[in-house]
């Protein structure tokens, strides 16, 4: 545990563009790809998964490689923005906002969709109920 306040206060500001980026990257995620119609998405066999993971890692080894192409010799701007705030952004964006896009492109995800289908099957138990109280009370 480091007790330096200036150590801190980066970890915290880290963490946060970590949180920045991956909130960014649902909001994406959720409006302009339309993967959200797979919430299912993770339920497939385990060689499916591992390949997934695999390209996940693969695909967003980019969006960190900043962090270690950037020397930390550069002036501090430079340094706080290309090794730090870019990587951890991009790369919680690409995470929460792109991988499963990509996977469902290359047929790695479950596309069971939710639908009406799904609905009325949750709610049937409901719908029996109000049908025998109302039968009932009559």
């Avoid at 007790?3 to 960014?24: A, H, R, T």
């Avoid at 390209?55 to 923005?81: Q, S």
Wanted: aromatic fraction near 16%.
């Amino acid at each position: 545990m480091n007790n330096d306040p200036e150590v801190q206060n980066f970890e915290k500001f880290n963490l946060s563009m970590c949180f920045i980026g991956g909130y960014l990257g649902i909001i994406f995620e959720q409006r302009y790809l339309e993967t959200s119609n797979y919430p299912y998405f993770f339920k497939t066999p385990l060689h499916i998964t591992l390949i997934r993971i695999i390209v996940t890692f693969i695909l967003g080894t980019p969006t960190v490689a900043l962090m270690f192409i950037i020397p930390k010799t550069m002036p501090f701007w430079v340094t706080l923005t290309c090794r730090y705030i870019i990587p951890a952004v991009l790369g919680n964006f690409y995470l929460f906002g792109c991988s499963k896009w990509i996977s469902y492109k290359l047929g790695l995800i479950n596309t069971e969709a939710l639908n009406e289908s799904h609905i009325s099957n949750e709610y049937s138990d409901v719908g029996d109920y109000t049908l025998n109280e109302s039968s009932s009370s009559s």
